[in-house]
């Protein structure tokens, strides 16, 4: 079983990469400069994390067909996007839409960062006290304790 | 035979390294002496056992014994010698043994040449690193032993993965685990700390190196990834933000924050527990880049090991070993004071915001290669994160790292004056302004990312110029001065110089072909002329042959510019026939300047034309060369004196460092 998902496997990467197959491209360099793009955030829904405009699998090959048909029909980038959403689900998109389910994902980075902020501000501001307190002039006890040791 | 001598020597190992775990550690909290003492003879001795495994098991791969499972299961007879010796780790057993030797080097190492290591430090160091070992002998030993035996043995091995039988992809796995178990030994010293309680510059001296060493080894193994990705998939890609590259990628940032870290410990003696809790990270998330290689959580293009119940295993070590030490952590850490005092505005202070760029853009790599699991294991959905979220959500903290790098680097110690380092880079800045608005003037699109890029680029190579100039002191000391004064500078300043230059000359490379790869693809015949980016590229025909354990298919291209050659260029298509598996070779004229890059399609049913890819990719070989350079600083910064083995016993107190 190992054996047979690990050829598997194999042979998915393996497959030459010649991705974008030239039948495939459109005349109109402009659209088809877009088709590529929008290629770039689809997933192959077959492979790990690659993109149908990496892909060599049938499947990728379909749907970057697809992309293309719905260029020429006049549809915006958008709206290619959202055709694909609804036939597919999101899984499709590389780059997940914001959502409340992602917004962990999408706000990990600015939230670590400012967090990150606030802990480094709170070390400066509580360590400049502690330092002043060190500082600080000896209480009459404390000064009279050091005679004690000095003078004796 | 030698094989089951292998198999019974790795028992031995795992024997010795119990008692590495329990006798060093009771010692050191006893103050028992002899005790302690013990750590470095076992620690000496499970080297030798885990080598003399090692040993029998490249020697089954490079005598091609097919009764041993693992050697049947990725080797071949009619393998290039190179590629039995590679395949040793080319599997998953062979690799959790390189692991493991890898780890028992380390813990050699720290054996004999810690002879001025605190006792006691040293022995509570081996024994964590004992701890390590321990559970991973007892994984290979319980669920991946290599040394399983094939009953009745098959006449001719299965071949190794075609797509490892390349040299780039042969010792990357080395280089990676050199760096996810060189961390372990920061995390051997961190964890030790904690049991000691005690934080202090000597302590940061004896850490900072091992971290060097494996960043160095981590810089070098992606890099060498990322290369053979560009050569091997086919289509230039050098980096695809696949799970298995994240999991080498977030070590790798949280060892650049911790390296820099360390530096404040050692110098001026803060920032002790966020060190701590960097070298535990750090390492953490290398025993999550081994979970996600290893067990079928994550399968991705590159994990070559899908197996649930070792992923169970890999999960409990790593769950006992986060939290375990995390605990201690919180336990410990308060009571770490800092003595330095400084202001925002300081080297420090740059530092520290390194630190936050780094470990913020690993925890957004993190989120990003986990979040499908989670959302799935939460709610069921299934979501991809890809390249786009990356680029868009991890590239801007990189940014400011790369606008910040060279203002920090040249901020004093303890508080500094903005304003005169500012008004010491104003021609890096001046300049890096300049090639931005060159760049911009002279593309056709409004795209930012090449004049942006660039400029960054320019930025922190001219503001490691402005410190060379800076540190020369040449206005006062004049040139050959100047030159003398530089060639003077401790090696750790010239390691970070280099390293800071190499990153610059890295992100050109990216930012160059990003903005300006010219791509080509179409039908071709024999006599075609392909026109791309001022270059003929001529098809010439297709050959065919055979290789030692292949079958292939070579397509011959002459490039031409004006007229004049500029190369020949054969790339491949290759079949293996033991494995059934087609590869293709990418053709490859490397240049400083660029890169044309060729690969052959497949053939059309006319049987004339093949389908051609064709690629002019500018300053791409400076994404790695640069890597190169970093790591190369790194190296210099490792040859330092101060950290030379006995440097502080011998010469007595360190010579006064000048400032890095």
């Known amino acids: 079983m190992r054996r047979a998902l690990l050829l598997t496997l194999a042979l998915m990467i393996a497959t030459p990469a010649a991705a974008v197959q030239p039948d495939e491209m459109l005349a109109d360099p402009a659209l088809e400069t877009r088709a590529r793009e929008i290629s770039k955030e689809l997933r192959c829904l077959v492979c790990q994390n690659e993109s149908i405009d990496d892909s060599n699998a049938e499947l990728a090959r379909d749907l970057r067909l697809l992309v293309r048909e719905r260029l020429t029909e006049g549809d915006s980038d958008a709206e290619v996007l959202d055709y694909l959403v609804d036939r597919y689900g999101e899984f499709v998109l590389l780059k997940p839409r914001f959502s409340i389910a992602n917004a962990l994902l999408w706000l990990t980075g600015p939230l670590a960062f400012i967090a990150g902020l606030a802990v480094f501000a709170t070390y400066l501001a509580r360590r400049k006290p502690r330092a002043a307190e060190r500082e600080a002039p000896l209480s009459p006890e404390e000064k009279a304790e050091l005679e004690k040791i000095v003078g004796s | 035979m030698i094989s089951e001598l292998g198999h019974f020597a790795l028992c031995l190992a795992f024997a010795v390294s119990l008692f590495q775990v329990v006798v060093p550690l009771v010692g050191a909290s006893r103050g028992w002496s002899d005790w302690m003492g013990a750590a470095a003879p076992a620690a000496l001795a499970q080297f030798l056992l885990v080598g003399l495994s090692f040993a029998a098991l490249t020697h089954a791969f490079v005598t091609s014994d097919f009764s041993v499972r693992i050697v049947a299961d990725n080797s071949n007879s009619l393998m290039p010698m190179l590629f039995k010796v590679t395949g040793t780790w080319g599997n998953h057993e062979g690799s959790m043994l390189l692991w493991v030797l890898i780890l028992s080097i380390f813990g050699a190492m720290v054996a004999a040449f810690g002879r001025n290591l605190p006792l006691g430090l040293k022995a509570r160091a081996l024994s964590v690193q004992a701890m390590i070992g321990g559970a991973f002998f007892a994984f290979i030993l319980f669920t991946s032993n290599p040394f399983d035996r094939l009953d009745p043995a098959p006449v001719d091995g299965r071949d190794l993965n075609p797509l490892l039988q390349d040299i780039g992809l042969a010792i990357h796995p080395p280089f990676l685990y050199l760096g996810y178990v060189g961390l372990s030994m920061a995390f051997s010293f961190a964890v030790a700390a904690l049991i000691e309680g005690r934080v202090d510059a000597a302590w940061a001296r004896w850490v900072r190196p091992w971290t060097l060493a494996a960043w160095v080894a981590l810089t070098i193994g992606i890099m060498l990834g990322s290369y053979w990705a560009y050569y091997e998939l086919g289509w230039g890609g050098w980096w695809f933000w696949d799970p298995v590259e994240n999991a080498s990628f977030m070590p790798w940032l949280v060892a650049g924050a911790l390296l820099h870290s360390a530096i404040v410990v050692e110098k001026r003696s803060a920032l002790k527990a966020w060190t701590i809790l960097l070298a535990i990270l750090a390492f953490s998330l290398s025993l999550i880049g081994t979970f996600l290689v290893r067990s079928g959580v994550i399968t991705s293009v590159h994990a070559f090991a899908n197996d649930p119940e070792r992923g169970v295993f890999i999960l409990a070590i790593i769950a006992v070993t986060i939290?375990?030490?995390?605990?201690?952590?919180?336990?410990?850490?308060?009571?770490?004071?800092?003595?330095?005092?400084?202001?925002?505005?300081?080297?420090?202070?740059?530092?520290?915001?390194?630190n936050?760029?780094?470990?913020?853009?690993?925890?957004?790599?993190?989120?990003?290669?986990?979040?499908?699991?989670?959302?799935?294991?939460?709610?069921?959905?299934?979501?991809?994160?890809?390249?786009?979220?990356?680029?868009?959500?991890?590239?801007?903290?990189?940014?400011?790292?790369?606008?910040?790098?060279?203002?920090?680097?040249?901020?004093?110690?303890?508080?500094?004056?903005?304003?005169?380092?500012?008004?010491?880079?104003?021609?890096?800045?001046?300049?890096?302004?300049?090639?931005?608005?060159?760049?911009?003037?002279?593309?056709?699109?409004?795209?930012?990312?090449?004049?942006?890029g660039l400029a960054l680029a320019a930025w922190v190579?001219?503001?490691?110029?402005?410190?060379?100039?800076?540190r020369g002191g040449f206005k006062r000391a004049g040139l050959a001065g100047g030159l003398r004064r530089l060639g003077a500078l401790p090696r750790a300043d010239w390691g970070k110089l280099i390293a800071h230059a190499g990153m610059g000359l890295t992100v050109m490379g990216i930012a160059a072909i990003t903005a300006w790869e010219a791509e080509d693809i179409r039908l071709a015949s024999p006599g075609d002329v392909i026109p791309i980016s001022g270059y003929d590229i001529r098809f010439d025909g297709v050959s065919q042959g055979e290789g030692p354990n292949f079958v292939f298919q070579r397509g011959h291209f002459t490039v031409t510019r004006n007229g004049a050659p500029v190369a020949v260029l054969e790339p491949e298509k290759r079949v293996y026939p033991v494995q059934g598996m087609p590869t293709t070779e990418a053709a490859i004229d490397t240049g400083f300047t660029r890169d044309l890059y060729v690969v052959l399609g497949d053939p059309q049913t006319d049987g004339q034309a093949w389908a051609v890819?064709?690629?002019?990719?500018?300053?791409?070989?400076?994404?790695?060369?640069?890597?190169?350079?970093?790591?190369?600083?790194?190296?210099?910064?490792?040859?330092?004196?101060?950290?030379?083995?006995?440097?502080?016993?011998?010469?007595?107190?360190?010579a006064p460092v000048a400032a890095e």
């Not at chain 2, 910040?404 to 110690?413: F, I, S």
């Not at chain 2, 008004?423 to 930012?448: D, H, K, P, S, Y």
């Not at chain 2, 190579?461 to 800076?470: F, R």
């Open chain 2, 613 to 654: 890819r064709s690629y002019v990719k500018p300053l791409a070989v400076w994404i790695w060369l640069g890597a190169l350079i970093m790591g190369l600083g790194g190296i210099v910064s490792l040859t330092d004196r101060r950290y030379r083995v006995g440097a502080a016993s011998r010469r007595g107190p360190a």
């Open chain 2, 323 to 354: 939290i375990g030490s995390l605990a201690l952590f919180a336990m410990r850490a308060p009571a770490m004071r800092a003595d330095g005092m400084f202001r925002p505005v300081s080297r420090e202070g740059g530092l520290v915001l390194n």
């Open chain 2, 356 to 452: 936050l760029l780094f470990a913020t853009s690993a925890a957004v790599v993190f989120t990003g290669t986990v979040a499908p699991l989670v959302r799935e294991f939460m709610d069921g959905a299934k979501i991809s994160v890809g390249a786009p979220f990356f680029d868009l959500a991890f590239t801007p903290f990189m940014v400011v790292a790369l606008v910040a790098l060279p203002v920090g680097a040249m901020l004093p110690w303890k508080r500094a004056d903005l304003g005169a380092v500012l008004a010491r880079l104003w021609w890096a800045g001046a300049g890096a302004l300049a090639i931005g608005g060159v760049v911009w003037g002279l593309q056709t699109g409004t795209a930012l990312l090449a004049p942006v």
């Open chain 2, 461 to 470: 190579i001219l503001g490691v110029l402005a410190e060379l100039v800076e």
